[in-house]
Structure formats: C-alpha cells, structure tokens
Antibody, heavy 118, light 109 residues
Framework: EVQLVETGGGLIQPGGSLRLSCAVS????????MSWVRQAPGKGLEWVSV???????YYADSVKGRFTISRDSSRNTLYLQMNSLRAEDMAVYYC????????????WGQGTLVTVSS | EIVLTQSPGTLSVSPGERATLSCRAS???????LAWYQQKPGQAPRLLIY???SRATGIPDRFSGSGSGTDFTLTISRLEPEDFAVYYC??????????FGPGTKVDIK
C-alpha cells in the first residue's frame, strides 16, 4: 500500500528555518518524481518544488533560493529544507508522488502545517 | 508564464444533476498534460483525471474530462452527495513547471 506521511511542521518565526520530511512506503522514493505542494489557509493549491528520479530539481519562483528539495533513498524519505521563512510561506505542505509521463500526482500525504509568525 | 482560469468560481447544483466545470489556460497545455483533482475540507487533493481525459484508478465513470489546447472541461454526470467539494485543474510543462487553477467549489443547491 502506498503511503506518504509528512512531519516537521510547526510554529516558526519570520526569518527562521524548518525542515519538512515525507516518509514514503509502498514504493521507492527515488523511482518517481516527487513534489511539495502547499495550501495557505482558505486558499488554493500552489506547487512548490519537484525532484525527478534522475535527481534534477525545480522550484517555484516564490521559493527559489530559499527552499531545497532532497531525498534519502536509504530512509525512503523526501525532504524540504525551508530557510528565510516569510509570513506568506504559512500553509499546509503536502508531499505528492508523480505519475510518470503524465505530469500529475496520484498519491498525496495528509499534509503538515507550517505557521510563520512572531 | 501560464495562467489557469477556472469557471465558475462556485457552482450550485442539486444531487442527481450534471455539473460542468471549465479550465482555461493562457497558452496551450503541451501533450494535454492537464489533470483534475477533488479536494474536500481537511483532506488532501484526490486525483480524478489525468491526460485531460483519462480517469485515475478507482474514479467512478460519472467523472469525465475533455478538451485540448487551452480549453478543458470536467463533467460530473450525476452528482452524488460525496461529490460536493472543490475541484482544481493542474497543468504540467509550461512555466511554472506545474501550476494549479484557483478552483471551482461545487456546493449543494
């Protein structure tokens, strides 16, 4: 059974750093492309970052230079390192598994809430 | 940069009726890399349609997708109580690499 479980969210002050984790089971994290998608309270979905099976990474302009996506195959876990956090980064962060050659996401975690506030 | 526009913003429909949701892109979506998701309050999005018209695993056949280029449609043929939710379209390939529309809320009339 495919499962994705995010952890690491919480309350952080503006300018601070946080690392989110997404532990996956039922598949190998490096075999698919994987993304982080966020949703601010009461708002729509916003794509944040992707890491492809080959290791290439891409970011939304809103987080480029501040966030870093990575994975650890030995732990079967996806990460999102978030630095220089801003109020507008406050959101529920979802990790999602990509569907090869389809450009979409078939499995999602339950999300972890990041609150940026002083 | 590609922009996805969804209409209407809110659609009020009675159970058993048909719902037609629109997603328009500001430029052509390559290879029909257009997907639809359903999201209920407090839940993660659920993939319904990919490749503009292919149903994801386990999705009932009352959900169908169509369109190409810049105009796409999600149709729910007969609304069930569990279908009242927010629906998002999503594209892949343009800049930004992935993007979502603002969503259409389908609520009970």
């Amino acid at each position: 059974e495919v499962q994705l479980v995010e952890t690491g969210g919480g309350l952080i002050q503006p300018g601070g750093s946080l690392r989110l984790s997404c532990a996956v089971s039922g598949f190998i994290v490096s075999s698919n492309y994987m993304s982080w998608v966020r949703q601010a309270p009461g708002k729509g979905l916003e794509w944040v970052s992707v890491i492809y099976a080959g290791g290439s990474t891409y970011y939304a302009d809103s987080v480029k230079g501040r966030f870093t996506i990575s994975r650890d195959s030995s732990r079967n876990t996806l990460y999102l390192q978030m630095n220089s956090l801003r109020a507008e980064d406050m959101a529920v962060y979802y990790c999602a598994r990509g569907v090869p050659a389809a450009g979409t996401f078939d499995y999602w975690g339950q999300g972890t809430l990041v609150t940026v506030s002083s | 940069e590609i922009v996805l526009t969804q209409s209407p913003g809110t659609l009020s429909v009675s159970p058993g009726e048909r719902a037609t949701l629109s997603c328009r892109a500001s430029q052509s979506v390559s290879n029909s890399y257009l997907a639809w998701y359903q999201q209920k309050p407090g839940q993660a999005p659920r993939l319904l349609i990919y490749g503009a018209s292919s149903r994801a695993t386990g999705i009932p056949d009352r959900f169908s997708g169509s369109g190409s280029g810049t105009d796409f449609t999600l149709t729910i043929s007969r609304l069930e109580p569990e279908d009242f939710a927010v629906y998002y379209c999503q594209q892949y390939g343009a800049s930004p690499l992935f993007s979502f529309g603002p969503g259409t809320k389908v609520d009970i009339k």
